[in-house]
């Protein structure tokens, strides 16, 4: 079963770390320097005020992030997973499911331009491609709202 929780600093903050350090995700990052713990929880208390962030949790196991960076007038998001849950479909159930917490309606998603995988993925959830720019893809989503 997969379930979708928002972030818990006190019960997520070291999942967080473990899978900003881990090589194989890191390398799908435009910052792919790994930091040290210290830095990281820097980096997570100047996030979390304007960030909405979500675990995503597959049969009671935590599997990956999503994280939503709230402007003004839309998102970006940025997720990461456990790489033994890539290409099963757990993700996209994920991102769509945070979808729905949403309060805008539009979201971005910056991407390495030869990342092969990430471009097939922000595909599967219905972005499109907004903006290419050397090394880089922008893709964009607009939300329905009823």
């Known amino acids: 079963m997969l379930v979708v929780k928002k972030f818990d ?12 350090k881990n090589i194989q995700v890191r390398s799908f990052f435009f910052n792919n320097i790994i ?9 997570i208390r100047k ?38 849950f890539r290409k099963k479909g757990l993700m996209k159930k994920a991102v769509l499911e945070s979808e729905k917490m949403l309060k805008k309606k539009t979201i971005f998603a910056e991407i390495k331009a ?21 090394n880089k893809l922008t893709f964009k989503k607009s939300l329905t709202k009823n």
């Open 114 to 134: 030869y990342n092969k995988l990430s471009i097939k993925f922000f595909k599967s959830c219905g972005y499109k491609i907004f903006q290419t720019n050397n």
């Open 9 to 20: 600093y006190k019960h997520d903050i070291k999942f967080l770390y473990s899978l900003r």
């Open 35 to 43: 930091v040290d713990y210290l830095n990281h929880l820097f980096w």
């Open 47 to 84: 996030i979390a005020i304007k960030n909405l962030i979500f675990i995503v949790y597959y049969e009671q196991k935590k599997i990956g992030y999503i994280r939503y960076n709230n402007n003004h007038i839309s998102y970006n998001i940025s997720l990461a997973n456990l790489p033994d």
